[in-house]
C-alpha cells in the first residue's frame, strides 16, 4: 500500500511531462509541494492547540467516544481531543495505548495498531456507578412513599 503513493506520483509527473512537457512537471510539482505544506500546516496546528491542553484531557470522554470510529490516526484524534493523550504502552511497543480523560474522571482507551486506530474503549469510574445506583433506588423509594 505504501508503494501506491510513490508510483502514483511518478505516473503523474510522467503524464504532464507527455502532455506539458517541462511546464506539466513544474505544475504538477506545485501542485504536490502545496498538498505537503497545507499537511504540515495542519499538523502544527494540531501539535500546537495540544501544547495548551494538559496531557491526556479531553473535555467529554463520552463524546469523544462517540465521535471515534475506526481507521483514523493519532493526528485526527489528538485535532478531536486538543490534547496529547497519555501513554499507556511502551515507547515503540506494539499495539500503541493511548488514554484521555475527563473532568468526571471518565477515560476513553485507544489502541492504535500501525498508526490506525483499532479499538476503544470508555470506562467510567466505579463511584459514579454506584451513585447512579444509590439515586435510582433513592427514586424509586421517594416514588412509592406515600404523600
Not at 502545496?34 to 463524546?63: E, Q
Not at 499507556?88 to 474522571?105: I, K, N, Q, Y
Amino acid at each position: 500500500m505504501k508503494f501506491l503513493v510513490p508510483l502514483g506520483l511518478i505516473a503523474l509527473f510522467a503524464v504532464a511531462w507527455t502532455s506539458q512537457g517541462w511546464a506539466g512537471v513544474a505544475m504538477v510539482g506545485g501542485g504536490v509541494v502545496m498538498w505537503g505544506l497545507l499537511h504540515f500546516t495542519r499538523m502544527l496546528t494540531v501539535l500546537k492547540r495540544a501544547t495548551d491542553r494538559p496531557k491526556g484531557w479531553v473535555d467529554s470522554a463520552v463524546m469523544l467516544h462517540s465521535k471515534l470510529r475506526a481507521g483514523v490516526n493519532l493526528l485526527h484524534i489528538m485535532a478531536m481531543t486538543r490534547s496529547l493523550g497519555e501513554r499507556l504502552s511502551d515507547e515503540g511497543a506494539t499495539p500503541e495505548v493511548f488514554r484521555w480523560t475527563d473532568g468526571g474522571h471518565v477515560s476513553v482507551t485507544c489502541v492504535l495498531v500501525g498508526g490506525k486506530l483499532a479499538s476503544w474503549e470508555l470506562t467510567r469510574p466505579a463511584e459514579a456507578d454506584n451513585a447512579d445506583t444509590h439515586a435510582t433506588a433513592n427514586a424509586d423509594a421517594d416514588a412509592t412513599r406515600p404523600v
